[in-house]
Protein backbone atom coordinates (compact mmCIF):
# COMPACT_ATOMS: atom_id res chain seq x y z
CA UNK A 1 0.00 0.00 0.00
CA UNK A 2 1.58 3.14 -0.76
CA UNK A 3 1.14 6.08 1.80
CA UNK A 4 3.54 8.63 0.10
CA UNK A 5 3.99 8.71 -4.05
CA UNK A 6 6.61 9.98 -5.70
CA UNK A 7 6.87 12.64 -7.60
CA UNK A 8 8.85 14.94 -9.41
CA UNK A 9 11.04 16.64 -6.69
CA UNK A 10 12.02 20.41 -6.42
CA UNK A 11 15.44 20.00 -8.27
CA UNK A 12 14.17 18.24 -11.19
CA UNK A 13 11.60 20.44 -11.77
CA UNK A 14 13.11 23.30 -11.39
CA UNK A 15 15.47 22.50 -14.38
CA UNK A 16 12.98 21.09 -16.37
CA UNK A 17 11.36 24.14 -16.04
CA UNK A 18 14.56 26.52 -16.57
CA UNK A 19 15.52 24.48 -19.61
CA UNK A 20 12.33 25.37 -21.34
CA UNK A 21 13.35 29.18 -21.28
CA UNK A 22 16.58 29.34 -20.82
CA UNK A 23 19.93 28.05 -22.54
CA UNK A 24 21.52 25.78 -19.68
CA UNK A 25 24.60 26.48 -19.12
CA UNK A 26 27.30 23.60 -18.71
CA UNK A 27 26.83 23.21 -15.16
CA UNK A 28 22.76 23.22 -14.91
CA UNK A 29 22.71 20.68 -18.20
CA UNK A 30 24.93 18.45 -16.34
CA UNK A 31 22.43 18.90 -12.87
CA UNK A 32 19.46 18.43 -15.54
CA UNK A 33 20.97 14.94 -16.80
CA UNK A 34 22.02 13.66 -13.10
CA UNK A 35 18.60 14.69 -12.02
CA UNK A 36 17.07 12.67 -14.81
CA UNK A 37 18.77 9.80 -14.50
CA UNK A 38 17.96 9.56 -10.89
CA UNK A 39 14.50 10.18 -11.00
CA UNK A 40 14.42 7.72 -13.80
CA UNK A 41 15.71 4.48 -11.82
CA UNK A 42 13.57 5.46 -8.89
CA UNK A 43 10.83 4.87 -11.32
CA UNK A 44 12.05 1.70 -12.61
CA UNK A 45 12.33 0.40 -9.00
CA UNK A 46 8.60 1.50 -8.70
CA UNK A 47 7.66 0.08 -11.77
CA UNK A 48 8.55 -3.29 -10.59
CA UNK A 49 7.49 -3.12 -6.88
CA UNK A 50 4.32 -2.51 -8.54
CA UNK A 51 4.62 -5.19 -10.65
CA UNK A 52 5.35 -7.30 -7.98
CA UNK A 53 2.58 -5.84 -5.19
CA UNK A 54 2.57 -4.24 -2.27
CA UNK A 55 -0.40 -4.84 -0.35
CA UNK A 56 0.39 -6.33 2.88
CA UNK A 57 3.17 -3.38 3.87
CA UNK A 58 3.26 0.41 4.00
CA UNK A 59 5.32 2.56 1.38
CA UNK A 60 6.80 5.79 1.73
CA UNK A 61 8.31 7.35 -1.84
CA UNK A 62 10.97 9.79 -1.54
CA UNK A 63 9.69 11.20 1.57
CA UNK A 64 11.80 14.25 4.08
CA UNK A 65 12.32 13.27 7.89
CA UNK A 66 13.23 15.27 10.38
CA UNK A 67 15.06 13.96 12.82
CA UNK A 68 17.39 15.54 15.16
CA UNK A 69 16.26 19.20 13.60
CA UNK A 70 18.27 18.17 10.18
CA UNK A 71 15.78 17.08 7.12
CA UNK A 72 16.82 13.32 6.24
CA UNK A 73 15.87 12.12 2.49
CA UNK A 74 14.62 8.79 2.09
CA UNK A 75 14.14 7.23 -1.87
CA UNK A 76 11.90 4.25 -0.27
CA UNK A 77 10.74 3.06 3.23
CA UNK A 78 8.79 0.01 3.23
CA UNK A 79 7.04 -1.00 6.66
CA UNK A 80 5.81 -3.80 8.00
CA UNK A 81 5.20 -5.46 11.77
CA UNK A 82 8.89 -6.69 11.04
CA UNK A 83 10.05 -2.95 11.06
CA UNK A 84 11.62 0.08 8.58
CA UNK A 85 13.33 -1.00 5.57
CA UNK A 86 15.41 1.44 3.79
CA UNK A 87 16.02 1.03 0.05
CA UNK A 88 18.87 3.90 -1.04
CA UNK A 89 18.14 3.78 -4.79
CA UNK A 90 21.16 4.00 -6.89
CA UNK A 91 20.52 4.67 -11.20
CA UNK A 92 24.68 4.08 -11.84
CA UNK A 93 25.56 2.68 -15.11
CA UNK A 94 28.78 1.30 -16.12
CA UNK A 95 31.41 -0.82 -14.82
CA UNK A 96 31.91 -0.09 -10.84
CA UNK A 97 34.32 -1.88 -8.56
CA UNK A 98 34.15 -1.28 -4.87
CA UNK A 99 37.83 -2.29 -3.08
CA UNK A 100 38.37 -1.41 0.60
CA UNK A 101 35.61 1.06 1.21
CA UNK A 102 36.28 3.08 -2.29
CA UNK A 103 34.19 2.80 -5.45
CA UNK A 104 35.59 2.97 -8.22
CA UNK A 105 34.26 3.37 -12.20
CA UNK A 106 37.52 2.27 -14.58
CA UNK A 107 40.36 3.05 -12.22
CA UNK A 108 38.88 6.59 -11.45
CA UNK A 109 37.64 6.62 -7.65
CA UNK A 110 33.87 8.00 -7.02
CA UNK A 111 33.41 10.41 -4.43
CA UNK A 112 29.83 9.16 -3.72
CA UNK A 113 29.65 6.54 -1.18
CA UNK A 114 26.49 5.04 -1.73
CA UNK A 115 27.16 1.79 1.32
CA UNK A 116 28.13 5.08 3.64
CA UNK A 117 24.63 7.10 2.49
CA UNK A 118 22.84 3.67 3.26
CA UNK A 119 24.52 3.38 7.28
CA UNK A 120 23.39 6.97 7.78
CA UNK A 121 19.97 6.73 6.67
CA UNK A 122 19.55 3.85 8.87
CA UNK A 123 21.49 5.64 11.37
CA UNK A 124 19.14 8.68 11.33
CA UNK A 125 16.11 5.95 11.73
CA UNK A 126 18.14 4.33 14.92
CA UNK A 127 18.19 7.75 16.22
CA UNK A 128 14.26 8.44 15.77
CA UNK A 129 13.49 5.11 17.20
CA UNK A 130 15.75 5.67 20.46
CA UNK A 131 13.81 9.34 20.50
CA UNK A 132 10.76 7.24 21.22
CA UNK A 133 11.67 4.56 22.59
CA UNK A 134 10.47 2.36 20.12
CA UNK A 135 11.63 -1.72 19.77
CA UNK A 136 11.26 -1.94 16.05
CA UNK A 137 13.77 -3.27 13.52
CA UNK A 138 15.46 -1.33 11.06
CA UNK A 139 17.33 -2.76 7.71
CA UNK A 140 18.24 -1.52 4.56
CA UNK A 141 19.37 -2.17 0.86
CA UNK A 142 21.28 0.03 -1.94
CA UNK A 143 19.38 -0.67 -4.90
CA UNK A 144 20.95 -0.79 -8.32
CA UNK A 145 17.95 -0.62 -10.80
CA UNK A 146 19.95 0.12 -13.98
CA UNK A 147 20.61 -3.26 -16.26
CA UNK A 148 23.65 -1.71 -17.65
CA UNK A 149 25.58 -1.64 -13.91
CA UNK A 150 27.91 -3.83 -13.51
CA UNK A 151 30.05 -4.02 -9.83
CA UNK A 152 33.04 -6.36 -9.18
CA UNK A 153 34.22 -6.73 -5.38
CA UNK A 154 35.65 -9.26 -2.73
CA UNK A 155 33.84 -6.79 0.13
CA UNK A 156 31.30 -9.80 1.33
CA UNK A 157 29.86 -6.43 3.49
CA UNK A 158 29.04 -4.94 0.50
CA UNK A 159 27.14 -8.14 -1.24
CA UNK A 160 25.00 -8.40 1.14
CA UNK A 161 23.50 -4.83 1.35
CA UNK A 162 23.44 -4.31 -2.40
CA UNK A 163 20.52 -5.85 -4.60
CA UNK A 164 21.46 -5.56 -8.21
CA UNK A 165 18.99 -5.18 -11.12
CA UNK A 166 19.08 -8.89 -11.69
CA UNK A 167 17.84 -10.16 -8.29
CA UNK A 168 15.55 -6.63 -7.57
CA UNK A 169 12.11 -8.63 -8.22
CA UNK A 170 13.12 -11.39 -6.13
CA UNK A 171 14.07 -9.60 -3.22
CA UNK A 172 10.60 -7.65 -3.46
CA UNK A 173 8.72 -10.11 -3.47
CA UNK A 174 10.01 -11.26 -0.12
CA UNK A 175 7.62 -8.41 1.45
CA UNK A 176 3.86 -10.47 -0.35
CA UNK A 177 5.11 -12.42 2.61
CA UNK A 178 4.87 -9.49 5.43
CA UNK A 179 2.19 -8.22 7.23
CA UNK A 180 1.32 -5.03 8.21
CA UNK A 181 -1.00 -4.55 11.21
CA UNK A 182 -0.87 -2.29 14.31
CA UNK A 183 2.71 -2.46 14.81
CA UNK A 184 3.24 -1.27 11.28
CA UNK A 185 0.40 0.90 11.42
CA UNK A 186 1.76 2.60 14.63
CA UNK A 187 5.33 2.87 12.83
CA UNK A 188 3.74 4.71 9.60
CA UNK A 189 2.25 6.91 11.97
CA UNK A 190 5.71 7.66 13.62
CA UNK A 191 7.24 8.20 9.96
CA UNK A 192 4.26 10.53 8.82
CA UNK A 193 4.18 12.63 11.76
CA UNK A 194 8.36 13.18 10.80
CA UNK A 195 7.78 14.10 7.62
CA UNK A 196 9.08 17.68 6.57
CA UNK A 197 9.80 19.62 3.12
CA UNK A 198 13.03 19.51 1.18
CA UNK A 199 14.82 22.21 2.89
CA UNK A 200 17.94 21.57 0.69
CA UNK A 201 17.15 23.06 -2.46
CA UNK A 202 16.51 26.75 -2.66
CA UNK A 203 17.22 28.07 -6.42
CA UNK A 204 15.23 30.32 -8.12
CA UNK A 205 15.28 31.65 -11.45
CA UNK A 206 16.03 35.07 -12.56
CA UNK A 207 12.83 36.36 -13.71
CA UNK A 208 13.88 39.12 -16.12
CA UNK A 209 16.38 36.32 -17.87
CA UNK A 210 13.66 33.60 -18.37
CA UNK A 211 11.90 33.69 -21.60
CA UNK A 212 7.85 34.49 -21.25
CA UNK A 213 5.02 32.96 -22.83
CA UNK A 214 3.49 29.64 -23.70
CA UNK A 215 4.96 26.50 -24.71
CA UNK A 216 4.19 23.06 -26.92
CA UNK A 217 4.32 20.51 -24.39
CA UNK A 218 5.34 17.96 -27.60
CA UNK A 219 8.49 20.19 -29.51
CA UNK A 220 9.09 22.79 -26.72
CA UNK A 221 7.63 25.85 -29.53
CA UNK A 222 7.02 29.24 -28.47
CA UNK A 223 5.02 30.01 -31.64
CA UNK A 224 1.39 29.59 -30.67
CA UNK A 225 -1.80 30.34 -32.54
CA UNK A 226 -4.32 31.61 -30.17
CA UNK A 227 -7.75 29.71 -30.92
CA UNK A 228 -11.50 30.30 -29.45
CA UNK A 229 -10.77 26.85 -26.67
CA UNK A 230 -7.20 25.89 -27.66
CA UNK A 231 -3.45 27.03 -28.69
CA UNK A 232 -2.05 25.06 -31.67
CA UNK A 233 1.60 25.11 -31.96
CA UNK A 234 2.17 26.38 -35.47
CA UNK A 235 5.93 24.23 -35.57
CA UNK A 236 4.44 20.77 -34.61
CA UNK A 237 0.44 21.32 -34.77
CA UNK A 238 -0.09 20.13 -31.75
CA UNK A 239 -3.36 21.54 -30.03
CA UNK A 240 -3.87 21.78 -26.47
CA UNK A 241 -6.79 23.86 -24.11
CA UNK A 242 -6.00 27.19 -22.67
CA UNK A 243 -6.69 25.36 -19.41
CA UNK A 244 -3.67 23.05 -20.57
CA UNK A 245 -1.56 25.16 -21.08
CA UNK A 246 -2.11 27.79 -17.69
CA UNK A 247 -1.93 24.43 -15.69
CA UNK A 248 1.76 23.91 -17.05
CA UNK A 249 2.96 27.42 -16.37
CA UNK A 250 1.82 27.46 -12.94
CA UNK A 251 3.32 24.58 -12.03
CA UNK A 252 6.50 26.16 -14.08
CA UNK A 253 6.41 29.09 -12.04
CA UNK A 254 6.07 27.67 -8.72
CA UNK A 255 9.57 25.48 -9.82
CA UNK A 256 11.30 28.38 -10.98
CA UNK A 257 10.43 30.84 -8.47
CA UNK A 258 9.98 29.40 -5.23
CA UNK A 259 10.52 32.49 -2.89
CA UNK A 260 7.89 34.58 -5.15
CA UNK A 261 4.38 35.10 -4.27
CA UNK A 262 2.12 34.64 -7.32
CA UNK A 263 0.15 37.13 -8.03
CA UNK A 264 -2.17 37.52 -11.11
CA UNK A 265 -0.30 40.47 -12.78
CA UNK A 266 3.35 38.83 -12.35
CA UNK A 267 1.49 35.82 -14.00
CA UNK A 268 0.59 37.26 -17.09
CA UNK A 269 3.63 38.82 -17.95
CA UNK A 270 5.03 35.39 -16.94
CA UNK A 271 2.80 33.73 -19.99
CA UNK A 272 3.63 36.38 -22.45
CA UNK A 273 -0.19 37.75 -22.23
CA UNK A 274 -1.36 34.85 -24.45
CA UNK A 275 -4.51 33.72 -22.72
CA UNK A 276 -6.96 36.56 -21.48
CA UNK A 277 -7.01 37.45 -18.04
CA UNK A 278 -10.59 36.68 -17.33
CA UNK A 279 -9.46 33.34 -18.18
CA UNK A 280 -6.32 33.22 -16.04
CA UNK A 281 -7.93 34.43 -13.17
CA UNK A 282 -10.45 31.68 -13.32
CA UNK A 283 -7.62 29.00 -13.68
CA UNK A 284 -5.84 30.76 -10.80
CA UNK A 285 -8.90 30.40 -8.85
CA UNK A 286 -9.55 26.87 -9.53
CA UNK A 287 -5.99 25.49 -9.63
CA UNK A 288 -4.55 27.71 -6.36
CA UNK A 289 -5.44 28.48 -2.83
CA UNK A 290 -6.65 32.41 -2.92
CA UNK A 291 -4.78 34.53 -0.08
CA UNK A 292 -6.92 37.72 0.17
CA UNK A 293 -4.83 41.17 0.32
CA UNK A 294 -6.21 43.52 -1.68
CA UNK A 295 -3.92 44.88 -4.27
CA UNK A 296 -1.01 42.33 -2.70
CA UNK A 297 -3.25 39.15 -3.36
CA UNK A 298 -1.22 36.21 -4.71
CA UNK A 299 -2.34 32.30 -5.24
CA UNK A 300 -0.56 29.07 -4.08
CA UNK A 301 -0.61 26.25 -6.29
CA UNK A 302 -2.53 23.30 -4.62
CA UNK A 303 -0.48 20.18 -6.30
CA UNK A 304 3.01 18.91 -6.50
CA UNK A 305 2.62 19.20 -10.49
CA UNK A 306 1.43 19.60 -13.50
CA UNK A 307 0.66 15.97 -13.63
CA UNK A 308 -0.66 16.05 -10.12
CA UNK A 309 -3.04 18.69 -10.96
CA UNK A 310 -4.47 16.92 -13.85
CA UNK A 311 -5.16 13.48 -12.26
CA UNK A 312 -6.65 15.13 -9.04
CA UNK A 313 -8.59 17.30 -10.73
CA UNK A 314 -11.77 17.04 -12.35
CA UNK A 315 -10.67 16.14 -16.13
CA UNK A 316 -13.88 16.37 -17.59
CA UNK A 317 -13.15 18.77 -19.40
CA UNK A 318 -15.55 19.64 -22.59
CA UNK A 319 -12.35 20.25 -24.98
CA UNK A 320 -9.69 18.02 -25.39
CA UNK A 321 -5.44 17.77 -26.38
CA UNK A 322 -4.52 16.56 -29.14
CA UNK A 323 -0.93 15.57 -29.45
CA UNK A 324 -0.25 14.02 -32.80
CA UNK A 325 -3.74 14.35 -34.27
CA UNK A 326 -4.53 11.82 -31.16
CA UNK A 327 -7.05 12.92 -27.90
CA UNK A 328 -4.67 12.87 -24.60
CA UNK A 329 -7.02 12.36 -21.69
Not at 20 to 39: I, M, P, T
Not at 95 to 112: A, C, H, L
Not at 261 to 278: A, D, H, P, Q, W
Not at 294 to 321: I, L, M, Q, V
Request: with cysteine; glycine share 8%; aromatic share 14%.
Amino acid sequence: MILFDRFVGMELAYYRALNRRVLLSGKDAKNLSAQEKGYAGECTYDRIFDEVGHGFVFVFRDVYLGIEGRAAQYDSLIVSDDGIVVNEIKNYSGNYRYDKGTWYIGKSPVSDDALSQLRRAVGKLVKLRYQVRGKFNISGKVIFPNIEFRLQSNDDELWDNVVMRSGLRSYLMQFQNMNAGRVAEDIAELIRSHIVPNTYFDKCADFSAVRKGLYCSECGGFELENRKYHLVCESCGSRETKETHIIRAISDYKALFLNERLTNKRFMEFIGYKVSEKTVFRMLNKYCEQHLKGPATHYTFKYKSFDDACENNDRSWRYKDYIDGLVRD
